[in-house]
Structures are given as structure tokens and as C-alpha cells.
């Protein structure tokens, strides 16, 4: 079994999307292991995005991440880290396939609805970075 770190980002909170995505999770079988709707802050997310923090694309990123409230949620399952990104779907709505959460719901590259660590390194480190007492 696994845990993954999923956000379920202020798009979805601002558009009453959580219980649709938290609800694809749960059926799908992944137990969720901790639950927070948070506030963060610019350093927060520099932390979160640490290795995106010097591309193009980041300054509107922060932006949005920090804009409101947002879900964090860590799920446990077998090969739980693939399974969230599948459920997901690919990073931009637009492209991302019909059936997945940004497939069905997002059509945007940026305000797509859902973060999941993409490896077991990620999902450690972030794990760490936003539930420390787990
Ligand atoms: P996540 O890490 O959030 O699950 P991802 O792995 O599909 O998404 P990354 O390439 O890690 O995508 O990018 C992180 C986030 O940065 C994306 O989810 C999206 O919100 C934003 N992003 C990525 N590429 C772009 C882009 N070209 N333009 C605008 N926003 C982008």
C-alpha cells in the first residue's frame, strides 16, 4: 500500500467541486488518511512547487494556489500515487481525457482542479510538508 499527497486546489473549493472530486476518490476505493481545508501562504506554496519556482509559469501559479482556500488530503491504496494521477487526468483540461477530474471538469492548463505527487520522493517529501505529525 501507498499514500500520495492530493490538493484539492481553490478552483475546485470556489466552483463546489470538492465533494465531485473527493467522491471519485473515495469510490474508487482510497482511503483517505487526513483531511485539512487551509489558507496558504506565497512561502507555502514556493515549498509545495519547489521545483517550479523558477519557471514562466509560476508567478500566476502562486497566484492562484494562494487566491483561496484550498483542500489538502493524503489517500492511502494500492499504488495509490498512479491511481490519483489517473483519476486526475493529464495536467491541462483541455487535453485531458473525458472520465478523468480535469477531463470532465476543468478546461484550463493552470486552474485544473487537483494536485497528486507524482512519485514515492514526492509524495514523502510532501506528505512531510503538509501533514508533519503523520
Ligand atoms: P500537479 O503537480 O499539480 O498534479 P501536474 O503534475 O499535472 O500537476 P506539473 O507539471 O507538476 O503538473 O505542474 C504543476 C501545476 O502547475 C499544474 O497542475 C498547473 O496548475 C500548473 N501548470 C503547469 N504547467 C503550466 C502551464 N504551462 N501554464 C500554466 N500553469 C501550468
Do not use: M
Given at each position: 500500500t501507498q499514500r500520495t499527497l492530493v490538493l484539492i486546489k481553490p478552483d475546485a473549493v470556489r466552483r463546489g467541486l470538492v465533494g465531485n472530486v473527493l467522491g471519485r476518490f473515495e469510490s474508487k476505493g482510497l482511503t483517505v488518511v487526513a483531511l485539512e481545508q487551509r489558507l496558504i501562504d506565497g512561502e507555502q506554496a514556493d515549498r509545495h512547487y519547489a521545483e517550479h519556482v523558477?519557471?514562466?509559469?509560476y508567478p500566476p501559479l502562486r497566484a492562484f494556489v494562494t487566491s483561496g482556500p484550498l483542500v489538502a488530503l493524503v489517500l492511502e491504496g494500492d499504488e495509490a500515487i498512479e491511481v490519483v494521477r489517473a483519476i486526475n487526468g493529464a495536467t491541462d483540461g483541455r487535453k485531458a481525457a473525458p472520465g478523468t477530474i480535469r477531463g470532465d471538469l476543468s478546461v484550463s492548463n493552470r486552474e485544473n482542479l487537483v494536485h497528486g505527487s507524482d512519485s514515492p520522493e514526492s509524495a514523502a517529501r510532501e506528505i512531510a510538508l503538509w501533514f508533519p505529525d503523520l
Amino acid at each position: 500500500t501507498q499514500r500520495t499527497l492530493v490538493l484539492i486546489k481553490p478552483d475546485a473549493v470556489r466552483r463546489g467541486l470538492v465533494g465531485n472530486v473527493l467522491g471519485r476518490f473515495e469510490s474508487k476505493g482510497l482511503t483517505v488518511v487526513a483531511l485539512e481545508q487551509r489558507l496558504i501562504d506565497g512561502e507555502q506554496a514556493d515549498r509545495h512547487y519547489a521545483e517550479h519556482v523558477e519557471r514562466d509559469f509560476y508567478p500566476p501559479l502562486r497566484a492562484f494556489v494562494t487566491s483561496g482556500p484550498l483542500v489538502a488530503l493524503v489517500l492511502e491504496g494500492d499504488e495509490a500515487i498512479e491511481v490519483v494521477r489517473a483519476i486526475n487526468g493529464a495536467t491541462d483540461g483541455r487535453k485531458a481525457a473525458p472520465g478523468t477530474i480535469r477531463g470532465d471538469l476543468s478546461v484550463s492548463n493552470r486552474e485544473n482542479l487537483v494536485h497528486g505527487s507524482d512519485s514515492p520522493e514526492s509524495a514523502a517529501r510532501e506528505i512531510a510538508l503538509w501533514f508533519p505529525d503523520l
